[in-house]
């Protein structure tokens, strides 16, 4: 009788197929895509929320190029902690580097740092980048690096969504166990162990510095030896890290962060939204 029900229900489906007309066969086959992948980026979310991503999107790539070149080792080191095993100046670095202190404060976007970058790209000139580590942590988790506008609206799909589920805490862990911190390492253990030979947990507050001025060129920069910029960068967080305040301590799942002098952005970056910045887009498209 199961069966019979089952071929029933089956036939009723692919007559009522059958009878819609083309574009009411296009319409339902775009609604079950969307809605089968707003299912699938969901399970994502929702998945590493609790597990460690076993590999990125940026991991791959990587690897291919390492694969592709016979001049280049294949080389991966990674090696995930717990957000407790990580030393507090690391945080601090890379709020202070990533996002200038306001780490806590923003909903996963800096909308007035998007409006100057945007204006300042239509000028020309060097390209300049707008994305905090909420937003780093949802492409390079992900998404495939790319300068697509798709990419850069997905990225802010799961931005939101990261925020929303994850919290502060878990983007932060999530994001010094996958960023790159060199070619084929990956995290901040794996590049404690490479570069100064001891756990990201007993990272002094100096090589905490120069691994977070690593970030905008991983590739290019080396921590245990550092060029003269390199060495420039890391004293420059160093001494941010005393202005801006730091995310000093872990308690009861939060980043409890000490307020410096960065106060006077805190009211502006926890008042803006996607929905604002937008509505402005729109009238620099119109003018």
């Known amino acids: 009788m199961a069966k019979k029900k089952n071929k029933t229900k089956r036939h009723k489906g692919l007559k009522r197929w059958r009878q819609l007309s083309f574009l009411g066969k296009v319409w339902r086959f775009c609604w079950v895509a969307v809605l089968a992948l707003v299912g699938f980026s969901l399970f994502q979310v929702l998945f590493c929320s609790v597990f460690n991503p076993p590999l990125t ?79 780093q942590t949802a492409k390079n988790c992900f998404l495939p690096h790319s300068r697509h506008m798709w990419r850069k609206a997905v990225e802010a799909y799961y931005t939101v969504l990261i925020e929303k589920i994850w919290g502060k805490r878990r983007i932060m862990e999530c994001y010094l166990n996958i960023i790159e911190f060199g070619d084929g390492i990956y995290g901040c253990e794996a590049a404690a162990q490479h570069y100064f030979h001891h756990s990201a947990k007993e990272l002094s507050r100096r090589e905490a510095s120069l691994l977070a001025a690593c970030l905008p060129h991983p590739l290019r920069s080396n921590p245990a030896r550092p060029s003269g910029y390199l060495s420039r960068r890391g004293s420059t967080i160093q001494s941010r890290m005393s202005t801006y305040g730091s995310v000093a301590k872990l308690q009861e799942g939060k980043i409890v962060m000490v307020e410096g002098k960065n106060k006077k952005y805190i009211n502006m970056v926890e008042k803006e939204n996607l929905f604002d910045f937008a509505l402005w887009l729109l009238e620099q498209k119109m003018k």
Request: glycine share 8%; net charge positive.
């Open 57 to 135: 999107p940026l991991m791959a790539k990587r690897f291919v190029e390492q694969v592709k070149d016979p001049d280049r080792p294949v080389h991966f080191e990674r090696h995930y902690v717990s957000l407790d095993n990580i030393s507090p100046h690391l945080i601090n670095a890379v709020a202070v580097s990533e996002d200038g202190g306001l780490y806590m404060y923003h909903h996963g976007f800096f909308i007035h740092r998007m409006k100057e970058v945007y204006l300042k790209n239509l000028r020309g000139g060097k390209q300049a980048g707008a994305s905090t580590i909420s937003q």
